[in-house]
Every structure is written in structure tokens, then in C-alpha cells.
């Protein structure tokens, strides 16, 4: 608040005076300070996360539970329907695919032909329980902000199988808002999507009915898709697609021709004989790169299948990927070739394994820098038996499995590629795996026992496969230095239910070296301070995170900067001009210490209790009343989250 009526105000500075702090929170019963309909309370500031004069507040129900203010009395007049971007569909079992594939897919929307709203880009082809993810906000015309829709509705053949209702929410289940959000999709920058279904993890919300997932383990055909997204005004987007549940139609290249100027394919079903009705071809250089989509020259049928010509001048020492749709609007399995003239050997490739997770489930990608023949699958070594694991080609240099559940690693001694060319090469997997569950404990190292993990009690949502990996090519940091390696804390995608504790030990050189904490990159801001702890007699620096990020050990020795004084040294101004004092302070790597304790302003002498804008990095302290004429000066003092300070001060003239 930039100004409270007088009553309030002096109870306000009051309150500061006695608590010698700025903040004041403060209850009051409801006889104390009554207001009728009309009364001035006070007058909006700029004090917090913002960039301009705002309010906070909330409207709760007798049950003290946060109700929406937009259809609880706060009429504001809006006539803008909720914007809808993606749909997104995720596989949620070990046999789901969607378009042939076990990679959650993300679409783009298209306005509707008829009848209004926005539709699919195609019939998408599914098979296996899936969900449903939308990419939405909300805005009131005039106002930049984004506003949450007050409630979703999917429905399947005109069937309603889930919703969300935003109209009030308990504090303590606060950790379900998380549950609603795709964090996979979030995660790899692919947007911000709220998911249309639960799984049975999934806590009790006054979000969600109970009694309803919205996982849809579809029949076979075509199935009809709408969903309403409305705010509290009324507004309303309607989504509408189809979706059709099949099998991927396992296809061929049945041979190959070498013409004058182009290369003939003739691509066929195996599993299904119905006609294919579009290809899609992209080209991939050498070393596995996406290079561009290929025009077919010339095409024709051929039984079931499509004979197709491409331009042999783009086909050099390339590979490509081929993806199929059939009459019914099935799509068929990955599909790939490439020129036997860049082959090479399986000895002379780096070969990279890797895993990611959805929605707590495993996808294994076993990714080569080159061209190769053969099959290719994952051993995973169990006692004294292996447990094999096929992969599928899905680009030219890519191999990935189908969903894997994570209990499939569980006391796993060693993990392999394995590739069975004419040349056998079995690839080991430098990382160490654990399985860990909801209400245990486990910890879980770096390979080179650095970096640790402890899941705790609370952490998970459900049994997850976790690991961590050391970064070769770090983003290095700005206004600090690195000390130790960096490691990456996996998987990536996952979403956590509550804090992980983490630690990196570090060597002899460090140990006494000053203002050195954990780091976490973070995806928007860089790396980011965390407040650690520091166990000297063990050289371990540690703390707690909320997701699984790539974590370090840093020192920052610069202080903070200062960008703007005001008033400035030396300047005059006129008594009635000057209504605040302020700087506007930053800092390269930990960041400005926001605790009161860290930093100080005085006006002449005297402490002043300074309000601090955390998105300006402004301390700023309005003048109760005009100052005097005559010479005054202003003191600051800044700190940042490592320690490091710096003080001045500007002096000026008031007429």
C-alpha cells in the first residue's frame, strides 16, 4: 500500500516503530476498525512483485478456504473467451502409442470450419490408455494480466468423463495444483498445460470430483472429443477433435531403386492391408542432425502401399525417416532408412543411452553419432540373468523402447546396448539407477559419489526410477566461478510432491575458500542461489530443492551494483517534488539478500524502514513529510544472498 486513511496509518507506524521492521503482519478482530460503503481505506502501492499499484487480497468461506473473488461479488465486466494453444495427448501404459509412438505429443489448434471454436489438426491416432493435456489461459479485455479459467470440461462421444472446477481450494491441498499440471511438457519449454485426467495417485481436491480419472482407454473406432474451457463470466472455448484407437500398422521398404535423378521406394503395410493414403518424408545428415522435409517427385500405388520417388541430390550420405497414415487415419510404426554409402562402422561411433521420464514411467533412447544396420536393444544384467529390452528405430540414429515401469530396474547390477550388425558392440551404461517409492527413504549418488540425492518420505508421487548425471559442457556461471562439477539430477521431467535433500562434497582447495554455496540452474533465470549448509568436517555443502535441476558448488567474492540513486549526489530539488527516496541495487550471480537485517537506508543520519520491490531491486522510503530546505544526505547499505556488501551515499540541496 502506498498510503493508508489516518487511523490506519497510525497504528501502521505504530506497529513498524515497535517491531523496528518495515513488514507488519498484524490481525485484527472485526469490531476494531469498521468501514461502511464508501470509506477511503487506503490507497494502492507498488511495494511487491509488480510493476505497478496493486492489491492483494483474498475472499474466503466459512470453512477459511480461499473462494474465487470473479463469482463472489467482484463483477468485472468480460466478454473475451479463454485462449486455447496445444492439446496435448500423453501415453500412460507400457502399450500406449500415440501417432505410432511412445512420445507424448503436443498439437497446435486451428479454428473450427463450423460451428465456431478451435479443432484438432487431424484425426490422431491412439492406442492404450491415454490423457489428455490443454494449453490455456485467460484474459479480460484491457488488463495484461492472465487470469485462471473457473472450470473444464472433457467430454468423449458427448460423455462427460472429467472436469475441473476452480472455485475454491483448500490451503492444505495446495500440493494437488501441482498434480494438475503437465510437467513434462513444462519442463522441455513445449508450454504450460493442465492435464485432463488423474491417476490413482492422484490426492482427493476440491478440484476434481471423486470417482473420475479422464484416462481414456478407448474402444476401437473413432471417437468423438469435445472440451469446454469457461471463466467466471461465462465465456466459453470449445475444443473438438476425433480420435481414432488402433494399433500402429506395422510397415516396410520392400525395395529399393536407383534411378537417374531420384531414389524409388515401395513403402507397405505388414500388419494391416489398408490402403496408405499420405507419407511424410524428413532427411537426417550423417550424423543423425534433422536436416529438412523431403518433396516427393512422384508417387503412385502399389496394392496396399505407395510407391514413392524422392530427389536423389538430397539423399546423399543421408538417412531418412518415413511416417505413414492409412485410409482409416492410422498411423504406421517408425520407419527409416538410409544411404548403405555413409554406414559405418559400429566400433568407430560414439553411442549415447539415455532415459526420460512420463509420467513416472521410463522411456529408454540409445542414440548413435552415425548410420548403422542391425538390431539394437537394452540389456538390463538381474543377478545372474538378462532381462532384454527391444528398441525401435524411430529416426535414422535414434532407438527408443515403449514405456517401461521403473520396478523393471530394481536391483539391477548393469545396463547395456546392445547392437547385433555384422559387427556386435555392447555399449555400458556409466550411471547408477535406483528405484525408489512414496513413503521410504533412499539416497542415490553421482557415479563418481560426489553428488547425492535423499528422496525423503514425502518426495515422490509415485515409484520412480532416479539417477544423476555429470554435465561435460556446463553453462558457466556470470559474476562467479564455478568450484566443483556440475550434475544433473534425474529425471528432469519429473514432478516432485515435496523437497529433495542434495550434496556435492568438494576437495581440499575449497575448504576454505569463502561465500560458496549450491547453485541450481535455473531454466529462466540461469543459475540460482540456494541457501545452503556446510559441513566442514565432512567438505559437503548441502540443501534442499522442489524439482530436479542441475545443481553446483559456486563462490561468488563480487558485490552488488547500483544502477540508480535518487535523490542523486549533488542534484537540487524543490521541496514539493520530492515525495520518495530510493536505489535500485542488483548482482550478478546469488542475488540481492531481501532480509530486512541485509540491508539499511538512512535519511540524515537516521534509519529509515525502507520498502523493497523485489522485481526492481528497488529500496525505496516515501517521506512521511516535505524535508526541510537546506543540504541532506542518504546512506545505503546492500548485500547479496553470499555476503559480499557495498555501501554509499548520495548528498543533496531541497529549496
Not at 114 to 134: K, N, Q, R, V
Not at 566 to 575: D, L
Not at 591 to 602: A, F, Q, R, T
Not at 628 to 638: I, L, P, Q, S, W
Request: hydrophobic share 35%.
Amino acid at each position: 500500500m502506498e498510503e493508508f486513511a489516518f487511523r490506519l496509518e497510525t497504528i501502521l507506524y505504530s506497529l513498524q516503530a515497535k517491531n523496528n521492521s518495515y513488514i507488519v503482519n498484524e490481525y485484527f478482530s472485526p469490531e476494531q476498525f469498521p468501514f461502511k460503503k464508501g470509506d477511503v481505506i487506503g490507497y494502492t502501492g507498488n511495494t511487491g512483485a509488480s510493476f505497478g499499484p496493486h492489491l492483494h487480497f483474498e475472499l474466503r468461506n466459512n470453512k477459511s478456504q480461499p473462494i474465487n473473488p470473479l463469482i463472489n461479488g467482484l463483477n468485472i465486466e468480460d466478454y473475451r473467451n479463454p485462449r486455447v494453444h496445444q492439446i496435448g495427448i500423453i501415453p500412460l501404459s507400457t502399450s500406449s502409442k500415440i501417432n505410432g509412438s511412445s512420445i507424448p505429443r503436443a498439437y497446435p489448434l486451428f479454428a473450427a470450419n463450423t460451428g465456431g471454436g478451435l479443432e484438432f489438426p487431424d484425426t490422431i491416432s491412439c492406442f492404450g490408455p491415454i490423457g489428455l493435456a490443454i494449453e490455456i489461459d485467460d484474459k479480460i479485455q484491457g488488463v495484461r494480466n492472465k487470469y485462471q479459467v473457473q472450470s473444464i470440461q472433457l467430454l468423449v462421444d458427448d460423455q462427460n468423463v472429467f472436469s475441473l472446477n476452480y472455485n475454491k481450494l483448500d490451503f492444505s491441498q495446495k500440493h494437488t495444483v501441482n498434480q494438475t499440471r503437465e510437467n513434462r511438457f513444462q519442463r522441455l519449454n513445449l508450454g504450460s498445460f493442465t492435464k485432463l485426467y488423474k491417476q490413482d495417485t492422484f490426492s482427493n481436491s476440491t478440484l476434481v470430483k471423486e470417482g473420475v480419472s479422464g484416462v481414456l482407454n478407448l474402444t476401437p473406432g473413432y471417437h468423438k472429443i469435445e472440451i469446454q474451457i469457461s471463466d467466471a463470466s461465462g465465456n466459453t472455448t470449445r475444443v473438438k477433435g476425433t480420435l481414432i484407437n488402433y494399433p500402429p500398422v506395422k510397415m516396410a521398404i520392400k525395395d529399393v531403386e536407383w534411378h537417374d535423378n531420384t531414389i524409388e521406394f515401395n513403402i507397405q503395410p505388414v500388419s494391416l492391408n489398408i490402403p496408405i493414403t499420405k507419407i511424410s518424408c524428413y532427411s537426417y545428415t550423417a550424423y543423425g542432425y534433422p536436416d529438412e522435409e523431403l518433396t516427393i517427385v512422384k508417387s503412385k500405388k502399389d496394392r496396399s502401399g505407395l510407391r514413392i520417388h524422392l530427389p536423389k541430390s538430397k539423399l546423399g550420405k543421408h538417412g531418412i525417416s518415413f511416417i505413414t497414415k492409412n485410409k482409416l487415419g492410422v498411423y504406421g510404426s517408425p520407419l527409416t532408412w538410409h544411404d548403405p554409402n555413409a554406414e559405418r562402422r559400429l566400433t568407430e561411433m560414439d553411442v549415447n543411452i539415455s532415459f526420460s521420464s512420463i509420467e513416472h514411467k521410463i522411456i529408454a533412447q540409445v542414440k548413435t553419432d552415425g548410420f548403422t544396420s542391425g538390431n539394437t536393444s537394452l540389456r538390463v544384467l538381474k543377478e545372474d540373468e538378462y532381462i532384454a529390452i527391444p528398441l525401435t528405430k524411430i529416426q535414422p540414429t535414434v532407438y527408443t523402447s515403449d514405456l517401461l515401469l521403473p520396478s523393471l530396474f530394481r536391483k539391477s547390477k548393469r545396463i547395456d546396448a546392445f547392437f547385433d550388425g555384422e559387427i556386435e558392440r555392447i555399449i555400458q551404461l556409466n550411471l547408477d539407477l535406483l528405484v525408489a517409492s512414496p513413503n521410504n527413504k533412499s539416497n542415490v549418488l553421482s557415479n563418481d559419489k560426489n553428488c547425492s540425492m535423499q528422496i525423503t518420505n514425502n518426495s515422490l508421487y509415485d515409484t520412480s526410477l532416479v539417477w544423476i548425471e555429470k554435465i561435460n559442457h556446463p553453462v558457466e556461471p556470470k559474476g562467479g566461478t564455478r568450484l566443483t562439477s556440475v550434475y544433473q539430477l534425474q529425471p528432469f521431467e519429473l514432478a516432485l510432491k515435496d523437497t529433495v535433500r542434495i550434496g556435492i562434497r568438494y576437495n581440499n582447495q575449497i575448504k576454505d575458500m569463502k561465500n560458496i554455496s549450491l547453485y541450481y540452474y535455473n531454466q529462466k533465470h540461469g543459475w540460482t542461489f540456494l541457501p545452503s549448509s556446510i559441513n566442514k568436517n565432512r567438505q559437503v555443502v548441502s540443501s534442499t530443492l522442489h524439482s530436479l535441476d542441475a545443481i553446483s558448488i559456486m563462490q561468488d567474492i563480487e558485490p552488488p551494483f547500483i544502477r540508480k540513486v535518487y535523490p542523486e549526489n549533488n542534484g537540487r530539488f524543490h521541496y514539493k517534488d520530492l515525495k520518495t527516496i530510493y536505489i535500485i541495487a542488483d548482482d550478478h550471480l546469488s542475488g540481492l539478500n531481501s532480509d530486512e537485517k541485509s540491508m539499511e537506508m538512512k535519511l540524515d543520519g537516521l534509519s529509515v524502514r525502507y520498502a523493497f520491490q523485489p522485481i526492481k531491486k528497488q529500496l525505496s522510503f516515501y517521506l512521511p513529510t516535505p524535508l526541510d530546505a537546506g543540504e541532506h544526505k542518504m546512506e545505503y547499505t546492500v548485500s547479496d544472498n553470499a555476503g559480499n556488501t557495498i555501501s554509499g551515499s548520495s548528498t543533496f540541496l531541497v529549496d
